[in-house]
């Protein structure tokens, strides 16, 4: 059972356009929500996170939108970049142990 | 400042063998986590150190132990390596702090092939 998916296994974008990541989770308990990204032959690092008591939250290019009642996130970059370019992970923390539900990831290609 | 490092980085192992995945980091974190990335199934928790001298197991455990050696090191240990077991294996610390709350920093993964 998938707590947490991403039905977009890839996605691409020209660059300079918006790029929408979505993620959708089943767990109302879940209380913190985060992006990773990672490139190939590298471990995931770490992008933006959200609180489950917030709706949005942005650093820059990056903003992500949480949904609630929908139980659901996005991540949007823009302007999006060809370094960019990586696989994004969707994950959503279970109570206070730190321990974190990963979604399947979107692989992102932003294109010249 | 090294973060987290795995060792080894690559490895070939035949059915039935047996081999330790090592994992140090230097940010004096509490926490450790192993996971392991296939296609398509993003990463699945295989056992996970709260702190020093405690693990449990996470949701896919079967096949594999682990050893919190000190706070620095997790240890994955597989007894008998199984081609069920061909994955790509990452090591994960987690920094808690007011503003950057369960950031977990990962390795660069040990990439396994079970022949």
């Known amino acids: 059972d998938q707590q947490v998916k991403q039905n977009s296994p890839s996605l691409s974008v020209q660059e300079g356009r918006i790029s929408i990541l979505n993620c959708d989770y089943t767990n109302s308990m879940f209380d913190y929500f985060l992006w990773y990204k990672k490139y190939p032959a590298e471990g995931p690092t770490f992008l933006i996170s959200?609180?489950?008591?917030?709706d949005k939250n942005e650093d820059g290019r990056f903003t992500v939108f949480l949904n609630k009642s929908a139980k659901h996130l996005s991540l949007h970059i823009v302007p999006s970049q060809p370094g960019d370019s990586a696989v994004y992970f969707c994950?959503?923390?279970?109570?206070?142990?730190?321990?974190?539900?990963f979604g399947q990831g979107t692989t992102l290609q932003v294109k010249p | 400042n090294a973060g987290v490092t795995q060792t080894p980085k690559f490895q070939v192992l035949k059915t039935g063998q047996s081999m330790t995945l090592q994992c140090a980091q230097d940010?004096?974190?509490?926490?450790m986590y192993w996971y392991r990335q296939d296609p398509g199934m993003g990463l699945r928790l295989i056992y996970y150190s709260a702190s020093e001298g405690t693990t449990d197991k996470g949701e896919v455990p079967n096949g594999y132990n682990v050893s919190r050696l000190n706070k620095r090191e997790f240890s994955l240990r597989l007894e008998s390596a199984a081609p069920s077991q061909t994955s790509v294996y990452f090591c994960a610390s987690i920094f808690e702090g007011k503003v950057a709350k369960n950031i977990q920093y990962f390795g660069a993964g040990t990439r396994l092939s079970v022949l």
């Open positions: 940010m004096n974190h509490n926490s």
């Open positions: 959200i609180s489950s008591i917030k």
């Open positions: 994950a959503a923390r279970s109570g206070n142990t730190g321990k974190l539900i």
